[in-house]
């Protein structure tokens, strides 16, 4: 059972995702600006799993705190708040989780609870966040995994796995192990995820850990799975959902849509609605993280293109709803048109 992210009393624990598959390695994170690196270096990653963190690295910030002052403790909230927010700008939850965070803390303080009081209870709602994270996980797999058929290839790109989220599941890997959990014989198809090969390093290692048949290919392979019939479903997680159902997800989501949709293969996305940002009307109100192009040039320290060649290097890109079959969340699952039925998804 793999969980990336956990608490203890020295500090942030996490999973160093940076190393794996060749290594196994746990940081102990102690300060709110070792998880904020953390989350900006990459050591945990995917959205859920950004949210986790923020919310430990906010209790770990009240827990820094070394004055009396409930007022002075929210001054300081909303700094560990500001210094968290700037890491990474795409996923959703890592906001969400921040502003529940700081909602939590406004209730405890209109109750007149004192700073030590407070610094308890925001530790116990960042627990709840990540419980709630392997429930809604457990959900979506159950949801997800009634969607896929026996005997069938699904293929996934990126990593949203248990190493994605809170841990156990993963959304787009919980679907999958949902499917298996029910009785039925699934395999795998990952895309490696150029450039920063989440799918070769961490989708790959994950499913060989639980002995669930997954085939590696190239990104630039799954058209022509598709086109050979080898692709009976494609599942993936998602960093953000917009109201109207446009998904960002990792750089070459969309690519693979388009595909499926070329192929007739239903396109599936998996996330807990803690990703479904209601306040962004559409796709185009996404931010979509930039990141430094030497993720591009090199793998590692070997040096792949020529110096001062230029190069764009766009973290995720938005598939329009149109080509998506359907979003699986714990509430169940929705289908187009997405702006009434995610929306109803929250009223339920
Ligand atoms: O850059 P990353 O590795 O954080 O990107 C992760 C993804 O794009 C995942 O597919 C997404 O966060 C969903 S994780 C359940």
Redesign the pocket.
């Known amino acids: 059972m793999i969980i990336p992210v956990k608490w203890s009393d020295e500090g942030v624990l996490m999973l160093d ?1 940076r190393l794996l598959p060749t290594e196994e390695k746990w940081l102990v994170l102690k300060t709110y600006n070792d998880v904020a690196d953390g989350i900006r270096d ?1 050591v945990v ?6 949210g986790v963190s923020a919310a430990y690295g906010m209790a770990l910030g009240a827990r820094q705190f070394v004055g009396m002052d409930v007022a002075d403790l929210e001054d300081e909230l909303d700094f560990v708040g500001d210094a968290l927010a700037t890491t ?1 700008p ?2 959703v ?1 890592l906001f969400w989780a921040i502003d529940r965070m700081k909602r939590t803390f406004q209730t405890a303080k209109s109750e007149g609870k004192s700073v030590s009081e407070i610094k308890g209870i925001l530790l116990e709602d960042a627990k709840a966040i990540h419980d709630e994270d392997i429930e809604a996980q457990r959900l979506i797999a159950d949801f997800g995994g009634a969607l896929i058929d026996d005997n069938a290839t699904v293929l996934t ?5 248990a190493l ?2 809170g841990g156990v599941w ?3 890997l919980g679907v999958i192990r949902g499917a298996v959990n029910q009785g039925k014989t699934i395999a795998v198809i990952a895309d490696e995820t150029r450039p ?1 090969l ?1 799918g070769a390093r ?1 989708t790959a290692w994950e499913l060989d850990q639980d002995n669930i048949p997954v085939t590696l290919i190239t990104d630039n392979m799954s058209g022509h799975m598709m086109k050979k019939g080898k692709v009976q479903a494609v599942v ?4 953000r959902i917009a109201a109207n159902g446009d998904v960002a ?2 750089i070459g ?1 969309y690519m693979v849509a388009v595909l499926a949709k070329r192929h007739g293969i239903p396109f599936y996305v ?2 807990p609605l803690s ?1 479904v940002d209601m306040n962004c009307p559409t796709g185009d109100d996404i931010p979509i ?1 930039e ?1 430094d192009i030497r993720e591009v040039t090199h793998v590692k320290d070997i040096q792949l293109a020529p110096e001062g060649i230029s190069v764009s290097n766009y ?2 890109d938005v598939t329009p709803n149109d080509l998506v079959t359907a979003i699986i969340t714990e509430k169940g699952v929705a289908r187009a048109p997405y702006t009434e039925s995610l929306r109803k998804q929250f009223e339920d």
Do not use: W
Not at 45 to 50: N, Q, V
Not at 236 to 239: A, I, L, Y
């Open positions: 995702q990459m990653r995917g959205a859920p799993a950004i990474r795409t996923a939850n790109h990126c990593n949203a796995g994605a989220t993963g959304t787009a920063y989440q961490l993936v997680g998602s960093d997800n990792k989501t998996a996330a990703t993280e990141r973290a995720f």
